[in-house]
């Protein structure tokens, strides 16, 4: 499986953007599909997660600004980030994982800078 993370960019603090993740099969079939991101200088860290049946989990962090969602017609995952602040400049990552099978896309870099 291949994942594919757009949508990135450059946005001032308090202002939102949408990454997408976009498959090139089935995402019905996942256990849970993930957001990461890497800062520099930093370790990469979870976001956000998606489950099978629809539950979704948040870092403290991002809890009440970011939204996981997923479209099984499209084969996307979105994570829609808003009230952004500097601190969520990073390289996001998504990751989709199959029983003991993860997959990862390439990440897509988001500056949130005054």
């Known amino acids: 499986v291949q994942l594919q993370a757009s949508g990135g960019g450059f946005v001032h603090p308090g202002e939102s953007l949408r990454l997408t993740c976009a498959v090139s099969?089935?995402?019905?079939?996942?256990?849970?599909m993930s957001w990461y991101r890497q800062a520099p200088g930093k370790e990469r860290e979870w976001v956000a997660r998606i489950y099978g049946g629809g539950t979704t989990n948040y870092a403290d962090s991002v809890k009440g600004r970011f939204t996981i969602s997923r479209d099984y017609s499209k084969r996307t995952v979105y994570l829609q980030m808003n009230s952004l602040k500097p601190e969520d400049t990073a390289v996001y990552y998504c990751?989709?994982?199959?029983?003991?099978?993860?997959?990862w896309g390439q990440g897509t870099q988001v500056t949130v800078s005054s």
């Open positions: 990751k989709a994982v199959r029983g003991s099978i993860s997959s």
């Open positions: 099969g089935s995402i019905r079939t996942f256990t849970d």
